[in-house]
């Protein structure tokens, strides 16, 4: 029989107006015959833990609506921010250290109690192992929960490959670890997007072409994480898309945004990613923007509408009848309307103007520099923005639609 024995040391942490004591144990080994397979995860290069029998490091702290701070001898943090709990709970943080699954670059830690919800995102940084990356860049790591049935990721991580560290905010307790971001592209389950989301068009957009979605978010990104990650009840890590107000933190600060989702500056100390960390915790009690499916470099990519005009610009105008503009894509990024041209063959230059989630503005101009021009307006009336047109004497209507 094993026993709890209370080892190495306490620690008291101060937290608002309260003392809370942070208690290491040696605690039970919990015997298995295999490591544990993780679904779906890579298998790295360097070498794979052996199962030797240890007892696992068990750190405990009572933590109220005020918040606390756990660490562990091996280096992880868990940072627990006012209002996350509202009442007092004893939090523990159990480190695997053996027996481990294959495929990951770090201890297991078992956050407890199991399942906890919390009100507000918490600040999980957990330590890797370089030893274990074999070909795995640490750009391409990721903070990840553990299940039987596969791997989900927290959405947005900060790598520190000085102190081989990985942060990132996490809103439920379970088992956690980090893992080499898997490599399957991004898909998208469009339900899951609108719903967790909380957005329609044209708040709401996607480009096949460009392979991209995007959406405001009505809640914070991990909020957004934590719900689409159970409504598509998927394992891809690369699936959630990216914060738009956490990757600004990021690349402000002189970090990079990562294709893998990650914000990463080679040869970065603790405090540089502390400060990015410190301006992501605004962004993780916020309204925020998502990026579905982006590549590369963090922005808002375009998204397509289809404009039907009628009647056709044609006598009078840029080209002759017969040869309008009946059907094309604008793109937008709702702020502002990018070159377009409308026409087959192009024959309307529509560049700069406005749109919003409740109207849009838009000049026009003959492709052909004819000295004709017009301009378009109207309002979003739910499904599409009504406009209408003024072009060289005619007056008519465009239909502009979400063209999905």
């Known amino acids: 029989?094993?026993?709890?024995?209370?080892?190495?040391?306490?620690?008291?942490?101060?937290?608002?107006?309260?003392?809370?004591?942070?208690?290491?144990?040696?605690?039970?080994?919990?015997?298995?015959?295999?490591?544990?397979?993780?679904?779906?995860?890579?298998?790295?290069?360097?070498?794979?833990?052996?199962?030797?029998?240890?007892?696992?490091?068990?750190?405990?702290?009572?933590?109220?609506?005020?918040?606390?701070?756990?660490?562990?001898?091996?280096?992880?943090?868990?940072?627990i921010p006012s209002g996350a709990l509202t009442t007092n709970t004893t939090i523990t943080i159990t480190v695997q250290t053996t027996n481990l699954p294959n495929g990951i670059v770090s201890n297991v830690y078992e956050l407890g109690p199991d399942g906890t919800q919390l009100a507000a995102p918490a600040r999980l940084t957990l330590p890797y192992d370089p030893g274990k990356l074999g070909t795995t860049q640490p750009q391409e790591l990721t903070i990840a929960t553990l299940t039987q049935n596969g791997?989900?990721?927290?959405?947005?991580?900060?790598?520190?490959?000085?102190?081989?560290?990985?942060?990132?905010?996490?809103?439920?307790?379970?088992?956690?670890?980090?893992?080499?971001?898997?490599?399957?592209?991004?898909?998208?389950?469009?339900?899951?997007?609108?719903?967790?989301?909380?957005?329609?068009a044209p708040e709401l957009c996607c480009s096949h072409s460009r392979g991209t979605c995007r959406a405001v978010l009505h809640s914070s990104f991990p909020a957004f994480v934590a719900c689409y990650a159970s409504c598509a009840g998927t394992p891809n890590v690369k699936n959630f898309g990216s914060s738009a107000c956490m990757s600004n933190c990021c690349t402000s600060h002189g970090f990079t945004v990562t294709p893998e989702g990650a914000c990463y500056k080679a040869s970065a100390t603790q405090a540089d990613a502390q400060t990015v960390l410190t301006c992501a915790r605004g962004c993780a009690d916020a309204a925020d923007t998502n990026l579905m499916c982006g590549t590369g470099n963090i922005?808002?990519?375009?998204?397509?509408?289809?404009?039907?005009?009628?009647?056709?610009?044609?006598?009078?105008?840029?080209?002759?009848?017969?040869?309008?503009?009946?059907?094309?894509?604008?793109?937008?990024?709702?702020?502002?309307?990018?070159?377009?041209?409308?026409?087959?063959?192009?024959?309307?230059?529509?560049?700069?103007?406005?749109?919003?989630?409740?109207?849009?503005?838009?000049?026009?101009?003959?492709?052909?520099?004819?000295?004709?021009?017009?301009?378009?307006?109207?309002?979003?009336?739910?499904?599409?923005?009504?406009t209408t047109y003024v072009f060289a004497g005619v007056n008519g209507t465009i239909q502009i639609s979400p063209n999905w």
């Open 151 to 200: 791997v989900t990721g927290v959405g947005w991580n900060v790598v520190e490959d000085t102190t081989h560290t990985v942060s990132g905010f996490i809103t439920h307790f379970s088992e956690w670890a980090i893992i080499p971001n898997p490599p399957q592209g991004c898909t998208l389950n469009y339900g899951c997007f609108q719903s967790c989301t909380g957005s329609q």
């Open 299 to 386: 922005q808002l990519d375009a998204c397509s509408w289809n404009a039907a005009i009628s009647p056709s610009l044609g006598d009078n105008s840029c080209v002759a009848q017969g040869m309008g503009v009946n059907s094309q894509q604008l793109a937008t990024t709702l702020t502002a309307v990018y070159d377009q041209q409308w026409g087959n063959p192009a024959v309307i230059h529509v560049t700069g103007g406005t749109i919003s989630s409740t109207s849009i503005s838009v000049p026009m101009t003959c492709s052909n520099g004819n000295a004709y021009s017009g301009t378009a307006t109207g309002n979003w009336n739910g499904f599409f923005f009504a």
């Open 1 to 79: 029989m094993y026993r709890a024995w209370v080892c190495v040391a306490v620690v008291a942490i101060a937290c608002g107006n309260h003392d809370h004591q942070q208690t290491y144990l040696d605690a039970p080994v919990v015997h298995q015959d295999a490591p544990r397979p993780i679904p779906d995860a890579p298998i790295p290069d360097g070498p794979v833990d052996a199962p030797p029998d240890a007892a696992p490091e068990v750190v405990m702290m009572s933590v109220g609506s005020g918040g606390g701070t756990l660490t562990t001898l091996t280096g992880a943090t868990l940072e």
